[in-house]
């Protein structure tokens, strides 16, 4: 067979696991198993190419063509992840995906190539020759063609008539592509029966399903009108039409939606919009699954176009979408919200000359506010299409009801307390720089939002605004990049045997006041808690074993990172900045990429038995803050040094202070410490150019364990 990458069997086997290449498939034992795309793809390039060194650069060249503008090397991490977590393959000992550190990877394993048995799929149909063109009069089954009416990738439209109920109706012959893919074909047959029984004013009706010449025909509502793509050439739709729009189209949505269904290509070429004003939501062929709709458990995860595409239209995908992740509803609802800002402003919000760059869009540009566009749009709309256009779900819509309910009746956005601004714009001001300092004392309960003047203050409680309320403690608190989630450790026992560690779970939550969620079930000691430099993902560090960990900070089953690294943070997408145990308990700081590709060490403690636990690097990525640092003696002060690692730097803060945490403003101007310097704990400021103190808060020992 040949494939992307070069010939290789249709089926191989290696150990216990069988890969059908032909079917896109991996099993275990005869057990299908779950692979997504791009871990899929990387799989079959290693196997393909077993035995030998494939670089990271031929990876991001295969998978996704030289002029990339995504993260690619997370992406390529993740990917080897979820390899190793499928085929239960230890890096450390690897089986089958080896490591080469700074280079690539390579396959490992012995492969069998073997000729694949003829296997018979339920429900499928034959793979047929392709069909030409069918002539005017031509009758399949009980239908007369009468034209052809349009074409696609699943395949060609032709208008026909029912002659035993004289109507007129479209039937859709599927593709010879759609066909010879034996497991698209039987999924799209039983994703279409199940889509018959989808009936709503506003989705296009699928009347049954016929066979002519060995191709199976789905029959369908015949649609009068113009396709929304053809009308917005027009411009920008009139207010009053561009309500019903979006109340017609997020109603059709929350009917599939509650049937368990995500349509994952809504765009203007799929929707149908009649002289009445009347919408309709064709083309459901991308569609899939959720639970708990029957079809997902009965086929397993397999979706309807695991063919190596992303499914879906570039410019109208969500982020999530074009990550390759799980999608959910919300994902429509991204989708509808890119139509609603076209049909707003007569502009899409996410361009570029290539697919690559439309993508990238998406992933990273903010458009224009609608408003900014068109003028004359009323406020709520432009603000729910704002919300529909968040790149994070959990600030879109959390429905499609609640969507359509702003454009049926003008109201606010039911999102209460969420300031609504251009979509993907961070919200950082002084709220996101008193978090930062609070966890510098992991005081989460409370949150200063004033700012301190160039006097020496002690602040009172009257300034403050409580975030949790649990009856025990909530510890080290950390803010992600656009400072819109919390996530923390909350801690039952208080009986951490290290300031910046916790027996407890990770909890994350919405600011100002979403509710706290647990993503972490282990009740083990943990802390030193990260963002990723997208928000995307929480880690966090054992205190067993000074490993770090990962999750999506959504919530989702937890991974190691990286062992023997602790506190980890990331300086931007591709390198973190970690805690290395060298030798016995002699701890240092350390860059690396985050495989601990091209590490080099920034701090060793002078004695052997020095440990620096945490670090911070400064907004200009020229110095690192370490704070926790140990030696027989007990905790030490902060310390600053140069991130290039040239010297030892020097002790910062109070004179002979125990400094347990440690971080900068985000304009680099001011370090802020945790220290204990005789007289309880505090928060210090001080100026990076190191020639004044400031006392900001004084808060004794006692009340801090109480809080």
């Given at each position: 067979?040949?494939?992307?990458?070069?010939?290789m069997a249709?089926?191989?086997?290696?150990?216990e696991?069988e890969?059908?290449?032909?079917?896109?498939?991996?099993?275990?034992?005869?057990?299908?198993?779950?692979l997504?795309?791009?871990?899929?793809?990387?799989?079959l390039?290693?196997?393909n190419?077993?035995?030998?060194?494939?670089?990271?650069?031929e990876?991001?060249?295969?998978?996704w063509?030289?002029?990339v503008?995504l993260?690619?090397?997370?992406?390529?991490?993740t990917a080897?992840?979820?390899?190793?977590?499928t085929l239960r393959?230890?890096?450390?000992?690897?089986?089958?995906?080896?490591?080469?550190?700074?280079?690539?990877?390579?396959?490992?394993?012995?492969?069998?190539?073997?000729?694949p048995?003829?296997?018979?799929v339920?429900?499928?149909?034959?793979?047929?020759?392709?069909?030409?063109a069918?002539?005017?009069?031509?009758?399949?089954?009980?239908?007369?063609?009468?034209?052809?009416?349009?074409?696609?990738?699943?395949?060609?439209?032709?208008?026909?008539?029912?002659?035993?109920?004289?109507?007129?109706?479209a039937?859709?012959?599927?593709?010879?592509?759609?066909?010879?893919?034996?497991?698209?074909?039987?999924?799209f047959?039983?994703?279409?029966?199940?889509?018959?029984?989808?009936?709503?004013?506003?989705?296009?009706?699928i009347?049954?399903i016929?066979?002519?010449?060995?191709?199976?025909?789905?029959v369908?509502e015949?649609?009068?009108?113009?396709?929304?793509?053809?009308?917005?050439?027009?411009?920008?739709l009139?207010t009053?039409?561009?309500r019903?729009?979006?109340?017609?189209?997020?109603?059709?949505?929350?009917?599939?939606?509650?049937?368990g269904?995500?349509?994952?290509?809504i765009?203007?070429?799929?929707?149908?919009?009649?002289?009445?004003?009347?919408?309709?939501?064709?083309?459901?062929?991308?569609?899939?699954?959720?639970?708990?709709?029957?079809?997902?458990?009965?086929?397993?995860?397999?979706?309807?176009?695991?063919?190596?595409?992303?499914?879906?239209t570039?410019a109208?995908?969500?982020?999530?979408?074009?990550?390759?992740?799980?999608?959910?509803?919300r994902?429509?609802?991204?989708?509808?919200?890119v139509?609603?800002?076209?049909?707003?402003t007569?502009?899409?919000?996410?361009?570029?000359?290539?697919?690559?760059?439309?993508?990238?869009?998406?992933?990273?540009?903010?458009?224009?506010?609608?408003?900014e566009?068109?003028p004359?749009?009323?406020?709520?709309?432009?603000?729910?299409?704002?919300?529909?256009?968040e790149?994070?779900?959990?600030?879109?819509f959390?429905?499609a009801?609640?969507?359509?309910?702003?454009?049926?009746?003008g109201?606010?956005?039911p999102m209460?307390?969420?300031s609504?601004?251009?979509?993907?714009?961070?919200?950082?001001g002084?709220l996101?720089?008193?978090?930062?300092?609070?966890?510098?004392l992991?005081?989460?309960?409370?949150?200063?939002?004033?700012?301190?003047?160039?006097?020496?203050?002690?602040?009172?409680?009257?300034?403050?605004?409580q975030?949790?309320?649990?009856s025990?403690?909530?510890?080290?608190?950390?803010?992600?990049?656009d400072?819109?989630?919390?996530?923390f450790?909350?801690?039952?026992?208080?009986?951490?045997?290290?300031?910046?560690?916790?027996?407890?779970?990770?909890y994350a939550?919405l600011?100002?006041?979403g509710q706290a969620?647990?993503?972490?079930?282990?009740?083990?000691?943990k802390g030193?808690?990260?963002?990723?430099?997208?928000?995307?993902?929480?880690?966090?560090?054992?205190?067993?074993?000074?490993?770090?960990w990962?999750?999506?900070?959504?919530?989702?089953?937890?991974?190691?990172?990286l062992?023997?690294a602790?506190?980890?943070?990331?300086?931007?997408?591709?390198?973190?900045?970690?805690?290395?145990i060298?030798?016995?308990?002699?701890m240092?700081?350390?860059?690396?990429?985050?495989?601990?590709?091209?590490?080099?060490?920034?701090?060793?403690?002078?004695?052997?038995?020095g440990?620096?636990?945490a670090?911070?690097?400064?907004?200009?990525?020229?110095?690192?803050?370490?704070?926790?640092?140990?030696?027989?003696s007990?905790?030490?002060?902060?310390?600053?040094v140069?991130?290039?690692?040239s010297?030892?730097?020097?002790?910062?803060?109070?004179?002979?202070?125990?400094?347990?945490?440690?971080?900068?403003?985000?304009d680099?101007k001011?370090?802020?410490?945790?220290?204990?310097?005789?007289?309880?704990?505090?928060?210090?400021?001080?100026?990076?150019?190191l020639?004044?103190?400031?006392?900001l808060?004084h808060?004794?020992?006692?009340w801090?364990?109480?809080?």
């Open positions: 067979m040949t494939t992307l990458w070069g010939r249709e089926l191989v086997r290696f150990e696991f890969l059908d290449v032909r079917r896109y498939a991996l099993r275990r034992s005869g057990r299908p198993l779950k997504e795309r791009i871990p899929m793809e990387l799989l390039l290693l196997v190419r077993r035995g030998e060194l494939v670089s990271r650069e990876i991001v060249e295969e998978l063509g030289k002029d503008f993260d690619t090397d997370n992406s390529i991490n080897i992840r979820k390899i190793r977590q393959d230890n890096p450390e000992q690897p089986r089958f995906v080896q490591t080469v550190p700074a280079k690539g990877y390579r396959f490992i394993a012995p492969i069998i190539e073997v000729e048995p003829a296997v018979a339920e429900g499928s149909v034959s793979p047929a020759p392709p069909t030409s069918l002539p005017a009069g031509q009758v399949v089954a009980h239908y007369r063609i009468l034209k052809k009416i349009g074409s696609g990738g699943m395949g060609v439209v032709y208008e026909a008539e029912d002659i035993r109920l004289g109507r007129h109706v039937l859709k012959f599927l593709s010879e592509k759609v066909v010879q893919a034996e497991e698209a074909l039987a999924r047959m039983r994703e279409a029966r199940a889509l018959s029984a989808l009936h709503h004013p506003n989705i296009c009706t009347y049954e016929e066979e002519h010449d060995g191709r199976p025909v789905i369908m015949l649609l009068e009108g113009r396709s929304l793509k053809e009308v917005l050439r027009n411009g920008p009139p009053d039409t561009l019903g729009l979006g109340s017609q189209l997020a109603d059709a949505l929350d009917a599939a939606h509650s049937k269904i995500i349509h994952r290509d765009k203007p070429g799929n929707v149908v919009v009649n002289d009445r004003g009347q919408a309709k939501i064709l083309d459901f062929g991308l569609a899939k699954f959720t639970s708990p709709h029957p079809l997902r458990a009965e086929d397993g995860d397999e979706t309807l176009t695991r063919m190596g595409v992303h499914p879906g570039a109208y995908m969500s982020p999530e979408q074009v990550r390759g992740e799980e999608l959910d509803a994902s429509d609802l991204f989708s509808l919200g139509v609603l800002y076209e049909a707003a007569g502009k899409k919000p996410f361009t570029g000359k290539n697919t690559v760059l439309v993508m990238n869009a998406v992933l990273q540009d903010a458009p224009a506010p609608p408003n566009l068109n004359s749009l009323p406020e709520d709309v432009g603000k729910a299409i704002n919300q529909a256009l790149k994070d779900p959990r600030m879109r959390q429905s009801a609640d969507l359509g309910n702003v454009f049926r009746s109201q606010e956005t209460e307390g969420v609504f601004m251009p979509a993907g714009k961070a919200r950082i002084w996101t720089i008193v978090v930062v300092t609070l966890s510098a992991s005081l989460l309960s409370l949150v200063w939002i004033g700012y301190h003047s160039g006097h020496t203050t002690v602040h009172s409680t009257a300034e403050w605004v975030l949790t309320h649990f025990d403690a909530a510890q080290e608190p950390e803010l992600s990049p400072g819109r989630m919390l996530a450790v909350r801690e039952k026992s208080l009986e951490s045997g290290l300031p910046f560690l916790a027996k407890g779970e990770v939550m600011l100002p006041d969620q647990q993503l972490t079930h282990d009740d083990i000691s030193m808690i990260a963002f990723s430099s997208d928000g995307s993902r929480i880690a966090y560090t054992i205190a067993s074993s000074w490993d770090t990962v999750l999506p900070s959504l919530g989702g089953q937890s991974s190691l990172l062992p023997n602790s506190g980890l943070h990331w300086i931007d997408s591709k390198r973190v900045l970690f805690s290395e060298k030798n016995g308990i002699h240092g700081i350390v860059t690396a990429g985050e495989g601990r590709t091209d590490a080099h060490d920034v701090y060793l403690p002078k004695t052997s038995n440990m620096a636990h670090s911070r690097i400064s907004p200009d990525q020229k110095w690192v803050l370490i704070s926790g640092e140990m030696d027989d007990g905790f030490l002060p902060c310390r600053l140069p991130f290039d690692g010297s030892s730097g020097r002790s910062v803060g109070p004179p002979g202070a125990q400094c347990f945490y440690a971080v900068w403003s985000p680099g001011w370090m802020y410490f945790g220290a204990n310097a005789g007289q309880g704990k505090r928060i210090l400021s001080v100026q990076f150019c020639r004044s103190l400031r006392q808060i808060l004794p020992l006692r801090l364990h109480s809080a």
